[in-house]
Protein backbone atom coordinates (compact mmCIF):
# COMPACT_ATOMS: atom_id res chain seq x y z
CA UNK A 1 0.00 0.00 0.00
CA UNK A 2 1.13 3.56 -0.94
CA UNK A 3 0.81 6.25 0.93
CA UNK A 4 1.27 9.88 2.41
CA UNK A 5 0.94 11.93 5.37
CA UNK A 6 0.44 15.53 5.59
CA UNK A 7 0.69 17.37 9.35
CA UNK A 8 -0.53 20.92 10.33
CA UNK A 9 -0.05 22.66 13.53
CA UNK A 10 -1.11 25.17 15.10
CA UNK A 11 0.35 28.22 17.35
CA UNK A 12 -1.16 31.91 18.11
CA UNK A 13 -2.54 31.98 14.69
CA UNK A 14 -1.04 29.43 12.28
CA UNK A 15 -1.73 25.54 12.10
CA UNK A 16 0.65 22.90 11.67
CA UNK A 17 -0.50 20.28 9.54
CA UNK A 18 0.89 16.63 8.92
CA UNK A 19 0.16 14.96 5.22
CA UNK A 20 1.10 11.58 4.56
CA UNK A 21 0.98 8.53 2.02
CA UNK A 22 1.32 5.15 2.70
CA UNK A 23 0.81 1.90 0.33
CA UNK A 24 0.55 -2.00 0.73
CA UNK A 25 0.74 -3.66 4.18
CA UNK A 26 -2.06 -5.91 4.59
CA UNK A 27 -0.26 -9.27 2.84
CA UNK A 28 1.88 -9.76 6.49
CA UNK A 29 -0.61 -7.57 9.03
CA UNK A 30 0.66 -9.07 11.55
CA UNK A 31 4.54 -7.97 11.20
CA UNK A 32 3.91 -4.88 9.15
CA UNK A 33 1.47 -3.12 10.34
CA UNK A 34 2.82 -3.37 13.67
CA UNK A 35 5.87 -2.01 12.31
CA UNK A 36 3.85 0.68 10.03
CA UNK A 37 1.77 2.16 13.29
CA UNK A 38 4.97 2.43 15.06
CA UNK A 39 6.99 4.24 12.95
CA UNK A 40 3.54 6.44 12.33
CA UNK A 41 3.25 7.02 15.87
CA UNK A 42 6.55 8.23 16.35
CA UNK A 43 6.33 10.88 13.67
CA UNK A 44 2.61 12.07 15.16
CA UNK A 45 4.64 12.22 18.24
CA UNK A 46 7.80 14.43 17.24
CA UNK A 47 5.71 16.81 14.77
CA UNK A 48 2.48 17.22 17.32
CA UNK A 49 -0.04 18.07 14.26
CA UNK A 50 -3.29 20.18 14.83
CA UNK A 51 -4.57 18.82 11.21
CA UNK A 52 -3.36 15.60 9.85
CA UNK A 53 -3.99 13.81 6.70
CA UNK A 54 -3.67 10.11 5.62
CA UNK A 55 -3.79 9.17 2.27
CA UNK A 56 -4.09 5.37 1.11
CA UNK A 57 -3.82 3.80 -2.00
CA UNK A 58 -4.31 -0.42 -2.53
CA UNK A 59 -6.33 -0.08 0.66
CA UNK A 60 -6.25 -3.97 1.92
CA UNK A 61 -3.23 -4.91 -0.19
CA UNK A 62 -3.28 -6.25 -3.82
CA UNK A 63 -5.26 -9.43 -2.42
CA UNK A 64 -7.83 -7.25 -1.20
CA UNK A 65 -10.40 -9.80 -1.29
CA UNK A 66 -8.54 -11.38 1.51
CA UNK A 67 -7.23 -8.83 3.41
CA UNK A 68 -10.36 -6.47 4.00
CA UNK A 69 -11.23 -8.60 7.38
CA UNK A 70 -7.92 -6.64 8.49
CA UNK A 71 -8.82 -2.98 7.50
CA UNK A 72 -11.59 -2.78 10.44
CA UNK A 73 -8.97 -3.86 12.79
CA UNK A 74 -6.39 -1.24 11.69
CA UNK A 75 -9.19 1.28 11.64
CA UNK A 76 -9.96 0.59 15.09
CA UNK A 77 -6.65 0.70 16.64
CA UNK A 78 -6.04 3.94 14.80
CA UNK A 79 -8.91 5.83 16.29
CA UNK A 80 -8.40 4.13 19.60
CA UNK A 81 -5.00 4.44 20.56
CA UNK A 82 -2.98 6.23 23.13
CA UNK A 83 -1.42 8.01 20.75
CA UNK A 84 -4.31 9.64 18.95
CA UNK A 85 -6.24 10.40 22.35
CA UNK A 86 -5.69 14.58 21.28
CA UNK A 87 -7.27 13.91 17.85
CA UNK A 88 -11.05 14.49 19.02
CA UNK A 89 -12.57 14.85 15.60
CA UNK A 90 -11.55 12.50 12.59
CA UNK A 91 -13.08 11.20 9.16
CA UNK A 92 -12.50 8.47 7.23
CA UNK A 93 -13.03 6.78 3.75
CA UNK A 94 -12.67 3.49 2.86
CA UNK A 95 -13.66 2.53 -0.83
CA UNK A 96 -14.28 -1.02 0.45
CA UNK A 97 -16.51 -2.17 -2.43
CA UNK A 98 -14.33 -4.21 -4.22
CA UNK A 99 -17.36 -6.19 -6.00
CA UNK A 100 -17.66 -3.09 -8.19
CA UNK A 101 -15.87 -2.89 -10.96
CA UNK A 102 -16.99 -0.06 -12.37
CA UNK A 103 -16.34 1.76 -9.08
CA UNK A 104 -13.94 0.74 -6.83
CA UNK A 105 -10.54 2.13 -6.62
CA UNK A 106 -8.81 0.89 -3.17
CA UNK A 107 -8.29 4.55 -1.88
CA UNK A 108 -8.70 5.61 1.97
CA UNK A 109 -8.38 8.72 3.43
CA UNK A 110 -7.95 9.52 6.80
CA UNK A 111 -8.36 13.36 8.36
CA UNK A 112 -7.52 13.91 11.93
CA UNK A 113 -8.26 16.98 14.19
CA UNK A 114 -6.35 18.13 17.57
CA UNK A 115 -9.20 18.80 20.39
CA UNK A 116 -7.33 22.39 20.34
CA UNK A 117 -7.91 23.55 16.79
CA UNK A 118 -11.38 25.38 16.70
CA UNK A 119 -14.16 25.80 14.20
CA UNK A 120 -13.14 23.29 11.38
CA UNK A 121 -15.53 23.21 8.28
CA UNK A 122 -15.62 20.18 5.60
CA UNK A 123 -17.14 21.27 2.36
CA UNK A 124 -20.17 20.09 1.31
CA UNK A 125 -20.17 18.89 -2.53
CA UNK A 126 -23.67 18.41 -3.13
CA UNK A 127 -24.84 21.07 -1.07
CA UNK A 128 -21.95 23.59 -2.26
CA UNK A 129 -21.37 24.84 1.53
CA UNK A 130 -18.66 23.60 4.68
CA UNK A 131 -20.44 21.94 7.41
CA UNK A 132 -19.05 21.98 10.60
CA UNK A 133 -16.93 19.18 11.95
CA UNK A 134 -17.50 17.53 14.92
CA UNK A 135 -17.19 13.84 16.23
CA UNK A 136 -15.53 10.71 14.67
CA UNK A 137 -16.89 9.59 11.40
CA UNK A 138 -16.33 6.43 9.38
CA UNK A 139 -17.53 5.89 5.87
CA UNK A 140 -16.86 2.61 3.68
CA UNK A 141 -17.79 -0.07 1.20
CA UNK A 142 -19.55 2.36 -1.88
CA UNK A 143 -18.24 6.17 -1.40
CA UNK A 144 -20.36 7.50 -4.24
CA UNK A 145 -23.79 8.37 -2.20
CA UNK A 146 -21.09 10.44 -0.15
CA UNK A 147 -21.42 14.21 -0.74
CA UNK A 148 -18.24 15.59 1.51
CA UNK A 149 -16.33 13.93 -1.45
CA UNK A 150 -15.86 13.77 -4.86
CA UNK A 151 -14.69 10.38 -6.19
CA UNK A 152 -13.43 9.14 -9.56
CA UNK A 153 -12.11 6.12 -11.35
CA UNK A 154 -10.30 6.53 -13.84
CA UNK A 155 -11.77 5.00 -17.32
CA UNK A 156 -10.55 1.76 -18.47
CA UNK A 157 -9.37 3.41 -21.91
CA UNK A 158 -6.84 5.02 -20.31
CA UNK A 159 -4.68 1.64 -19.18
CA UNK A 160 -6.41 -0.68 -21.79
CA UNK A 161 -3.72 -3.33 -21.26
CA UNK A 162 -5.14 -3.67 -17.59
CA UNK A 163 -8.24 -5.60 -17.71
CA UNK A 164 -9.62 -4.11 -14.05
CA UNK A 165 -7.53 -1.18 -13.00
CA UNK A 166 -8.23 0.43 -9.63
CA UNK A 167 -6.96 3.94 -10.26
CA UNK A 168 -8.19 6.96 -9.82
CA UNK A 169 -8.62 10.06 -7.00
CA UNK A 170 -10.53 11.15 -4.51
CA UNK A 171 -10.92 14.49 -3.12
CA UNK A 172 -12.07 16.50 0.01
CA UNK A 173 -12.46 20.36 0.85
CA UNK A 174 -11.70 21.74 4.59
CA UNK A 175 -11.61 25.33 5.83
CA UNK A 176 -9.34 25.33 8.90
CA UNK A 177 -8.72 29.08 10.51
CA UNK A 178 -10.46 30.69 7.48
CA UNK A 179 -7.95 28.97 5.22
CA UNK A 180 -9.55 26.91 2.31
CA UNK A 181 -7.82 24.07 0.96
CA UNK A 182 -8.61 20.97 -1.02
CA UNK A 183 -6.56 17.45 -0.44
CA UNK A 184 -6.34 14.86 -3.04
CA UNK A 185 -6.06 11.27 -3.03
CA UNK A 186 -4.46 9.93 -5.98
CA UNK A 187 -3.36 6.64 -7.68
CA UNK A 188 -1.70 6.88 -11.09
CA UNK A 189 -1.06 3.90 -13.46
CA UNK A 190 1.98 1.99 -13.07
CA UNK A 191 5.01 0.70 -15.70
CA UNK A 192 3.40 -2.61 -16.89
CA UNK A 193 6.87 -3.45 -18.22
CA UNK A 194 10.49 -2.71 -17.97
CA UNK A 195 11.29 -3.76 -21.54
CA UNK A 196 8.37 -1.79 -22.82
CA UNK A 197 9.38 1.35 -20.17
CA UNK A 198 13.05 1.29 -21.55
CA UNK A 199 11.98 1.48 -25.12
CA UNK A 200 11.52 5.41 -25.62
CA UNK A 201 12.10 8.39 -23.60
CA UNK A 202 9.70 9.38 -22.05
CA UNK A 203 8.49 6.03 -21.79
CA UNK A 204 4.58 5.22 -23.15
CA UNK A 205 3.60 4.61 -19.39
CA UNK A 206 4.46 8.31 -18.57
CA UNK A 207 2.35 9.52 -21.18
CA UNK A 208 -0.78 7.65 -19.57
CA UNK A 209 0.03 9.04 -16.52
CA UNK A 210 0.83 12.45 -17.70
CA UNK A 211 -2.94 12.22 -19.40
CA UNK A 212 -4.39 11.06 -16.18
CA UNK A 213 -2.73 13.60 -13.61
CA UNK A 214 -3.87 16.37 -16.05
CA UNK A 215 -7.50 14.93 -16.30
CA UNK A 216 -7.05 15.32 -12.20
CA UNK A 217 -5.85 19.04 -11.95
CA UNK A 218 -8.37 20.40 -14.88
CA UNK A 219 -11.31 18.49 -13.23
CA UNK A 220 -10.40 20.20 -9.28
CA UNK A 221 -10.08 23.55 -10.59
CA UNK A 222 -13.32 23.52 -12.93
CA UNK A 223 -15.92 26.25 -12.46
CA UNK A 224 -18.04 23.76 -10.35
CA UNK A 225 -16.87 25.09 -7.20
CA UNK A 226 -14.75 28.27 -6.24
CA UNK A 227 -11.50 27.74 -6.75
CA UNK A 228 -9.14 27.04 -3.94
CA UNK A 229 -5.35 26.34 -2.71
CA UNK A 230 -4.93 22.35 -3.62
CA UNK A 231 -2.46 19.48 -1.87
CA UNK A 232 -2.47 16.44 -4.37
CA UNK A 233 -0.47 13.27 -3.02
CA UNK A 234 -0.10 9.69 -3.37
CA UNK A 235 1.27 6.73 -5.27
CA UNK A 236 1.75 8.85 -8.84
CA UNK A 237 3.98 5.81 -9.68
CA UNK A 238 6.34 8.29 -11.33
CA UNK A 239 9.56 6.33 -13.03
CA UNK A 240 12.50 7.37 -13.75
CA UNK A 241 13.69 7.85 -17.05
CA UNK A 242 14.46 4.11 -18.18
CA UNK A 243 16.01 4.88 -21.06
CA UNK A 244 18.45 7.19 -19.55
CA UNK A 245 18.49 5.47 -16.54
CA UNK A 246 20.29 2.16 -17.88
CA UNK A 247 22.30 3.97 -20.52
CA UNK A 248 24.08 6.09 -17.59
CA UNK A 249 24.71 2.84 -15.40
CA UNK A 250 25.77 0.47 -18.34
CA UNK A 251 27.36 3.08 -20.34
CA UNK A 252 30.61 1.02 -20.76
CA UNK A 253 28.58 -2.32 -20.77
CA UNK A 254 27.40 -4.63 -23.89
CA UNK A 255 23.83 -5.87 -24.30
CA UNK A 256 22.69 -9.30 -25.69
CA UNK A 257 19.14 -9.49 -26.72
CA UNK A 258 17.30 -12.58 -25.99
CA UNK A 259 14.10 -13.88 -27.88
CA UNK A 260 11.65 -16.00 -27.71
CA UNK A 261 11.84 -18.42 -29.59
CA UNK A 262 8.04 -18.84 -30.97
CA UNK A 263 7.18 -15.39 -31.13
CA UNK A 264 10.42 -13.70 -31.78
CA UNK A 265 9.93 -11.07 -28.91
CA UNK A 266 12.83 -9.37 -26.77
CA UNK A 267 11.98 -11.43 -23.40
CA UNK A 268 15.06 -10.14 -21.60
CA UNK A 269 18.10 -7.83 -21.81
CA UNK A 270 21.73 -8.83 -20.46
CA UNK A 271 23.99 -5.94 -19.91
CA UNK A 272 27.77 -6.90 -19.68
CA UNK A 273 30.83 -5.15 -18.34
CA UNK A 274 33.40 -5.23 -21.98
CA UNK A 275 36.13 -6.28 -19.68
CA UNK A 276 36.10 -7.44 -15.85
CA UNK A 277 35.64 -10.88 -17.19
CA UNK A 278 32.63 -9.86 -18.51
CA UNK A 279 30.41 -9.60 -15.38
CA UNK A 280 26.86 -8.97 -15.62
CA UNK A 281 25.64 -5.61 -14.43
CA UNK A 282 22.05 -5.16 -15.34
CA UNK A 283 19.26 -8.09 -16.34
CA UNK A 284 16.06 -6.83 -17.43
CA UNK A 285 13.03 -8.69 -18.28
CA UNK A 286 9.43 -7.43 -17.57
CA UNK A 287 9.06 -7.65 -13.92
CA UNK A 288 13.08 -7.52 -13.35
CA UNK A 289 15.85 -4.87 -13.32
CA UNK A 290 18.47 -6.25 -11.27
CA UNK A 291 21.41 -4.05 -11.01
CA UNK A 292 23.96 -5.34 -9.55
CA UNK A 293 25.16 -2.51 -7.18
CA UNK A 294 22.33 -1.14 -5.01
CA UNK A 295 24.00 0.91 -3.55
CA UNK A 296 23.76 4.03 -6.12
CA UNK A 297 20.13 3.84 -5.22
CA UNK A 298 20.76 4.49 -1.72
CA UNK A 299 23.77 6.52 -1.45
CA UNK A 300 23.31 10.08 -0.37
CA UNK A 301 19.59 9.37 -1.13
CA UNK A 302 19.71 8.50 -4.50
CA UNK A 303 20.06 12.28 -5.25
CA UNK A 304 22.48 11.22 -8.16
CA UNK A 305 19.44 9.86 -9.78
CA UNK A 306 17.14 12.59 -9.92
CA UNK A 307 18.15 13.90 -13.32
CA UNK A 308 16.24 11.14 -14.39
CA UNK A 309 12.92 12.07 -12.17
CA UNK A 310 11.67 14.39 -15.05
CA UNK A 311 7.72 13.88 -15.03
CA UNK A 312 6.70 15.95 -12.81
CA UNK A 313 8.74 19.02 -14.93
CA UNK A 314 5.69 18.44 -17.59
CA UNK A 315 3.48 19.91 -14.57
CA UNK A 316 6.14 22.75 -13.41
CA UNK A 317 3.63 25.38 -14.13
CA UNK A 318 0.60 24.09 -12.23
CA UNK A 319 2.44 21.94 -9.28
CA UNK A 320 5.24 22.58 -6.72
CA UNK A 321 7.27 20.21 -4.90
CA UNK A 322 9.27 20.89 -2.40
CA UNK A 323 13.17 19.79 -3.16
CA UNK A 324 13.35 15.88 -2.56
CA UNK A 325 16.23 14.39 0.62
CA UNK A 326 15.02 10.66 0.81
CA UNK A 327 15.44 7.42 -1.00
CA UNK A 328 13.16 5.95 -3.79
CA UNK A 329 10.32 5.47 -2.25
CA UNK A 330 9.71 1.92 -4.00
CA UNK A 331 10.30 -1.04 -4.60
CA UNK A 332 11.23 -1.88 -1.47
CA UNK A 333 11.55 -5.10 -0.03
CA UNK A 334 8.82 -7.26 1.69
CA UNK A 335 10.40 -9.59 3.54
CA UNK A 336 10.23 -7.95 7.19
CA UNK A 337 14.12 -8.08 8.08
CA UNK A 338 15.09 -6.20 5.04
CA UNK A 339 14.24 -2.67 5.95
CA UNK A 340 16.44 -1.05 3.46
CA UNK A 341 16.88 -3.31 0.84
CA UNK A 342 15.47 -2.97 -2.53
CA UNK A 343 13.58 -5.81 -5.06
CA UNK A 344 14.99 -6.12 -7.64
CA UNK A 345 11.30 -5.86 -9.93
CA UNK A 346 11.70 -2.27 -10.57
CA UNK A 347 14.08 0.16 -11.40
CA UNK A 348 13.94 2.21 -7.66
CA UNK A 349 12.23 5.50 -7.88
CA UNK A 350 10.15 8.05 -6.16
CA UNK A 351 5.82 7.27 -6.65
CA UNK A 352 5.20 8.57 -3.54
CA UNK A 353 5.04 12.11 -3.38
CA UNK A 354 3.14 15.38 -1.72
CA UNK A 355 2.85 17.99 -4.20
CA UNK A 356 0.91 21.16 -4.20
CA UNK A 357 -0.57 23.90 -6.27
CA UNK A 358 1.50 27.27 -6.76
CA UNK A 359 -1.09 28.93 -4.17
CA UNK A 360 -0.68 26.16 -1.85
CA UNK A 361 3.09 26.68 -1.64
CA UNK A 362 1.98 30.61 -0.57
CA UNK A 363 0.44 28.90 2.27
CA UNK A 364 3.09 27.70 3.99
CA UNK A 365 5.07 29.81 6.29
CA UNK A 366 8.52 30.56 5.78
CA UNK A 367 10.53 30.44 8.32
CA UNK A 368 11.47 33.22 10.22
CA UNK A 369 14.96 31.86 12.24
CA UNK A 370 16.66 29.05 11.93
CA UNK A 371 13.54 26.78 13.14
CA UNK A 372 13.69 23.95 10.27
CA UNK A 373 9.38 24.56 10.20
CA UNK A 374 9.05 22.58 6.42
CA UNK A 375 10.26 19.01 6.78
CA UNK A 376 9.50 16.78 3.54
CA UNK A 377 11.07 13.24 4.43
CA UNK A 378 9.75 9.58 4.67
CA UNK A 379 9.03 6.94 7.22
CA UNK A 380 10.78 4.21 8.61
CA UNK A 381 13.94 4.25 6.65
CA UNK A 382 15.61 1.16 8.28
CA UNK A 383 12.15 -0.98 8.88
CA UNK A 384 10.06 -2.89 6.59
CA UNK A 385 6.88 -0.63 5.93
CA UNK A 386 5.87 -2.95 3.11
CA UNK A 387 6.95 -2.15 -0.79
CA UNK A 388 6.53 1.34 -0.22
CA UNK A 389 8.45 3.70 1.89
CA UNK A 390 5.22 6.11 3.40
CA UNK A 391 6.58 10.18 3.33
CA UNK A 392 5.49 12.84 4.80
CA UNK A 393 5.36 16.45 4.78
CA UNK A 394 5.03 18.81 7.51
CA UNK A 395 4.72 22.57 7.23
CA UNK A 396 2.65 25.82 9.53
CA UNK A 397 0.07 28.19 7.90
CA UNK A 398 -0.98 31.16 8.86
CA UNK A 399 -4.81 32.06 9.99
CA UNK A 400 -6.70 32.87 6.73
CA UNK A 401 -3.86 33.07 4.65
CA UNK A 402 -5.90 31.01 1.83
CA UNK A 403 -8.39 33.44 1.91
CA UNK A 404 -9.32 35.83 -1.00
CA UNK A 405 -7.90 39.52 -0.99
CA UNK A 406 -10.82 41.55 0.29
CA UNK A 407 -13.54 38.63 0.34
CA UNK A 408 -14.67 37.05 3.38
CA UNK A 409 -14.60 33.47 2.71
CA UNK A 410 -17.62 30.98 2.16
CA UNK A 411 -16.42 29.30 5.40
CA UNK A 412 -18.89 31.36 7.46
CA UNK A 413 -22.15 29.50 5.32
CA UNK A 414 -22.15 26.36 7.07
CA UNK A 415 -25.47 24.02 8.57
Same mark, same amino acid.
Given at each position: ??????????????????????????????????????????????????????????????????????????????????????????????????????????????????????????????????????????????????? !? %??? +? #???? =? $? *?????????????????????????????????????????????????????????????????????????????????????????????????????????????????????????? !? %??? +? #???? =? $? *????????????????????????????????????????????????????????????????????????????????????????????????????????????????????????????
Amino acid at each position: MAGAIMPLYCCKNTFLSLLINFCLFFFQPENLQKNWLREFYQVVHAHKPHFMALHCQEFGGKNYEASMSHVDKFVKELLSSDAMKDYNRARVYLDENYKSQEHFTALGSFYFLHESLKNIYQFDFKAKKYKKVTGKEIYSDTLESTP !M %LEK +E #KFPQ =D $Y *FPECKWSRKGFIRTRWCITDCAFDLVNIHLFHDASNLIAWETSPSVYSGIRHKALGYVLDRIIDQRFEKVSYFVFGDFNFRLDAKAVVETLCAKATMQTIRAADTNEVVKLIFRESDNDRKV !M %LQL +E #KKLF =D $Y *FNQDVFRDNNGTALLEFDRELSVFKDRLYELDISFPPSYPYSEDSSQGKQYMNTRCPAWCDRILMSHSAKELILKSENDEKIVIYDHIGPNVCMGDHKPVFLSFRIAAGAGKPIANVHKCCVVQ
